[in-house]
Structure formats: structure tokens, C-alpha cells
């Protein structure tokens, strides 16, 4: 008897271990280049407020995390391209991902199983009157379905800018409970405001110092706004008092969901990684080597840097000013401070930010 208690004991550890994954979503991945590059997996709200990162072996991956409910993943590629994972507790998912431009194929799990055959209708679809009528049908068979808030950021954010007249006629035919999805409540506030841009920039391929391609979409959530100080090399002097002058407004709100980056829109790789290796700050540099011709410099109708600029999670120029002092009212209404339970201490007097480009 004796010796049956450490057995049973040991038996019932393995119990409870099985029945505390036995809630987790499982993704099993195939490259069929057999790509061993790093793949970026990030969410497309607050469901998975984090990014976590994939090693390929040999092609293939398994990878795993226990969800709250369901919740839409995007893997980001090194070359830039992007696939939706629909995870759901208890289920294990296989994605084949092709070499170049082919097809994708999911399964597992009803969402992602709803999602294939859209996904295959509608590659060829070309404007955004086909890519409407088709979500709308998606929506009428199935209003309550978790995939169409990924639809909407996929074919009417992402893929053909549409108006907020469009997406809003979409969104209220979909039921009362969809219609609170954490990425469209922040949708819909975005289009509540008057923006200075309606051009949308997350597939905005940037590089990092490696010269790695990152997708602009890939840098935080799209909950998250981005703080960004946009330069050139051309105008060194005044970029570098610029970049580091907004430290003290990226660590002012540090605390909220806000990423502060800068972005130079210098045509030479070479001489911009010189310049940003003698930085000393702590956000992440990019390049975008369009120069003049970035989307950003298009979208935002800018004629001069450097520029502070704002852009929602969707990747939308939400405020630009040459001011510290205007972006920091910015955001305080955009992201106001937590409600505290205890009034702090004071420390004396707040650091003002005083610094105008012009």
C-alpha cells in the first residue's frame, strides 16, 4: 500500500497538469520554403496584448498559448507578408504557409475553418465594392461570427481604405455583442474624430538597423498608438535636438498604450545606421529610403522635417505638429492617465516640455 501512494500521487499531479492545458490552442506550421526565419506573432486587440516570436526549424513549428476566449493572431513575416490564426481553447490548428504568393491554408476550429473560404473567394477580388458585398454576405449568414472584425481590418482598413460610411454600414449588421469586439469599439472611435489623414499605413514597409523589413502593422497592437519623430540626415542638427527632446514626452506616458519610435526618411541606408548607432535613446530607430515619396510624407502632406507625428493603432495620422507642447495635450485626451486610488505624493513641480520647431 505504501508503495501505491507516491504512484497515486504522482498520477494525480499528471491529471491536474493535462486539465490545466487541456484549454490551450495549439498551432502546428509548415513553410514550405523551409524558412527559418523568425516569425512576429502579435493580436489584433487587446485579447492578446502582447507580441511573442515563432523559430521555425527545418519549416515547420508548433507553437501554443492558452486563450480567454477566442482570439485573432497575425503572424508577420521577415518578408513582410502577414496571416490571420483564429485561436480557440482546446484546439489544435495547422497552417501551410507557401513559398511566395500562393495560397495559405488553415484549419482547425470553426473560425478558422468559416475564414478559408472567404479567404480563397476572395483573392481576386479587386475593389472595394466586391470586397463589401462579400463581407456583407459573411455577415448576414453569420452576424455573430469572431472572424469579421478581422475581416474589416483586413479588406476595408488594410487592403482598400474604405470610408466610415462603409465600414460603419458593415459593422451594424452585425449583432449587438460583435458590435463591442475590442478592435471595433476602437474603430469606431477613431471615426467618430476629424482626421488629417484618411490614408492608412500599415502595410508601410519600414527597416530596422539590421535591415530587417518590418511591417509598420507589426509594431505594437492595434490598440496602440505610435509616438513617431519623423527626420532626415539632411537637416542632422535639428533632427538630433528633435529625437531627443521627445524622451521626456515618451516617458511621460510610458505608462499608457503608447510606443515612441523615430523614422527617417533618408534615400541612404548606409549613412542613416552611421548616424542612429551614436543615439542613445531607447525606442527603436527605422528608414524608410522613399525619401520624399514615403507614405508618410503623401499621406501626411508634409513639406518639411523634423515633425512629430501621432497615428492610431490602425496606422492612420491622427495629429502632426511641430510642437512638443501640442502633441503632449494630444495625448493626454487621446490617452488620459489611469484613475489612481490614492492621491501621489508630490515631487515638486512637473518638468514642462518647451520645444517648437518652427
Not at 484549454?23 to 506573432?41: A, K, N, Y
Not at 480567454?68 to 497575425?74: A, N, R
Not at 538630433?240 to 511621460?252: C, E, F, R, Y
Amino acid at each position: 500500500m505504501k508503495r501505491l501512494i507516491p504512484a497515486i500521487l504522482s498520477l494525480c499531479l499528471m491529471l491536474g497538469s493535462c486539465g490545466r492545458h487541456s484549454d490551450s490552442f495549439v498551432l502546428d506550421g509548415t513553410l514550405q520554403d523551409g524558412s527559418t526565419d523568425s516569425i512576429i506573432v502579435f493580436g489584433l486587440d487587446n485579447r492578446f496584448d502582447r507580441t511573442d516570436t515563432i523559430r521555425p526549424l527545418d519549416g515547420t513549428f508548433r507553437w501554443s498559448f492558452q486563450p480567454d476566449t477566442v482570439t485573432t493572431l497575425i503572424l508577420s513575416l521577415a518578408d513582410g507578408r502577414q496571416f490571420p490564426v483564429f485561436a480557440e481553447k482546446g484546439v489544435t490548428a495547422s497552417i501551410t504557409i507557401p513559398a511566395d504568393s500562393g495560397l495559405f491554408h488553415i484549419e482547425g476550429g470553426s473560425c478558422n475553418d468559416a475564414y478559408l473560404p472567404f479567404y480563397n473567394a476572395a483573392i481576386n477580388d479587386t475593389t472595394v465594392e466586391m470586397s463589401r458585398a462579400r463581407i456583407d454576405s459573411f455577415i448576414v449568414r453569420d452576424p455573430f461570427s469572431e472572424v469579421t472584425p478581422y475581416l474589416l481590418y483586413e479588406y476595408m482598413v488594410r487592403k482598400h481604405h474604405a470610408s466610415p460610411a462603409v465600414i460603419n454600414t458593415l459593422i451594424a449588421k452585425m449583432s449587438g455583442n460583435m458590435q463591442d469586439a475590442p478592435f471595433l469599439i476602437t474603430l469606431k472611435s477613431e471615426m467618430k474624430e476629424s482626421k488629417p489623414s484618411n490614408t492608412y499605413l500599415t502595410s508601410l514597409a519600414l527597416r530596422d538597423t539590421t535591415g530587417k523589413k518590418i511591417e509598420f502593422s507589426s509594431i505594437g497592437k492595434t490598440t496602440t498608438h505610435v509616438l513617431c519623430c519623423l527626420w532626415a540626415s539632411w537637416n542632422e542638427e535639428r533632427a538630433a535636438t528633435a529625437k531627443h527632446a521627445m524622451k521626456d514626452l515618451a516617458d511621460k506616458y510610458a505608462d499608457r498604450d503608447l510606443i515612441a519610435i523615430d523614422l527617417s526618411i533618408d534615400v541612404s541606408f548606409d549613412r542613416w545606421k552611421n548616424i542612429v548607432s551614436k543615439d542613445t535613446l531607447q525606442w527603436k530607430s527605422y528608414i524608410d529610403t522613399d525619401g520624399w515619396d514615403s507614405k508618410v510624407v503623401t499621406a501626411g502632406e508634409l513639406k518639411n522635417t523634423p515633425i512629430y507625428l501621432l497615428f492610431s493603432g490602425t496606422r492612420r495620422i491622427t495629429f502632426q505638429t511641430t510642437s512638443l507642447e501640442a502633441m503632449d495635450r494630444e495625448l493626454d485626451r487621446v490617452l488620459p492617465a489611469p484613475k489612481k486610488k490614492t492621491a501621489p505624493v508630490s515631487a515638486g513641480k512637473p518638468k514642462k516640455l518647451k520645444l517648437n520647431l518652427n
